[in-house]
């Protein structure tokens, strides 16, 4: 079922119309109590202000970015966006619907990610009605819907990817934000198509790993800050180490048989790579004392 354009129109044409015929029922009114009149006279007056009731009843106003879904005895007749004071057949019953754009954040769920750890994550959706009948009529509440589906959406989509990236280049949920936003925005679209919901964002507000694990994770992660920093600090020692040698070779200070060069890359690296300040030793005796 697709939105159609419902009959209505302006309203104040119709206000004038109103108050005519309101008029005219007290003139029958005036004319039933003069003398020599039938009495039938005033019973057109009634009948007048009875319609005039009933014309009332077609009277609504519609708010911008509003639609009403009107409706013929359980009929769909059409949904009216046209904003201001509009009048329609007051035997239609109307339906307000809202057509702001609108945002909800899911609860923090916990699902399993690619690898199988317990993660918490939560998304942001931004989205809003497009058509009306669909949002309607083909489902039951469209507001839950758009909730329990999201959610829905959100919990598949944390099982296709792992929390941290890995080395054979797959996203992951932590390091790939737009593509992993995207992946979510599409995968509740699919969901939602069917209540004429468009979805025009959806963003992840809240991921880290469940309690039970955060502990572990962190260690792992700091293990692997350390492994990274210590790599980076080898190589510059051992780059630092190969230009003294260099230098010391180049300009002749001094000659040192490979030994010695062994001892002195050995003191060297322990100077560079320790984490903590080494101790000057002076050497008193000769070279090889």
Not at 250 to 272: F, H, P, Y
């Amino acid at each position: 079922m697709n939105e159609r354009t419902g009959f209505s129109v302006s309203g104040i044409p119709f206000v004038i119309v109103w108050l005519l015929l309101a008029l005219s029922g007290f003139v029958f009114y005036l004319l039933a109590g003069q003398a020599g009149m039938p009495p039938w006279i005033g019973g057109i007056g009634i009948a007048i202000h009875a319609l005039d009731i009933w014309f009332l009843k077609g009277f609504f106003q519609v708010a911008p970015n509003e639609g009403q879904v009107m409706q013929l005895f359980g009929k769909y007749a059409g949904t009216v966006r046209e904003e201001g004071l509009r009048w329609t057949n007051p035997f239609y019953t109307r339906r307000r619907i809202s057509l702001r754009v609108r945002n909800f954040e899911s609860n923090k769920l916990k699902v399993n990610d690619f690898d199988g750890n317990p993660i918490e994550i939560a998304a942001v959706v931004v989205w809003q009605v497009v058509d009306t009948a669909e949002a309607v009529f083909c489902v039951d509440n469209y507001e839950n819907f758009v909730q329990i589906q999201s959610e829905s959406a959100l919990r598949q989509m944390a099982q296709s990817y792992p929390y941290d990236g890995r080395d054979d280049g797959k996203p992951s949920l932590r390091s790939h934000g737009e593509e992993i936003n995207n992946h979510l925005r599409d995968e509740i679209q699919a969901r939602l198509g069917k209540a004429g919901v468009q979805v025009t964002e959806s963003r992840i507000s809240h991921l880290a790993y469940a309690q039970e694990i955060a502990q572990v994770m962190l260690q792992r992660q700091q293990a692997s800050a350390i492994i990274a920093a210590r790599e980076r600090i080898v190589e510059g020692a051992v780059g630092m180490v190969a230009m003294a040698l260099d230098k010391l070779r180049t300009q002749g200070v001094v000659d040192l048989d490979e030994e010695r060069k062994a001892a002195m890359v050995s003191n060297l690296l322990v100077v560079l790579c320790g984490d903590r300040s080494t101790q000057p030793v002076v050497n008193a005796g000769t070279l090889h004392n």
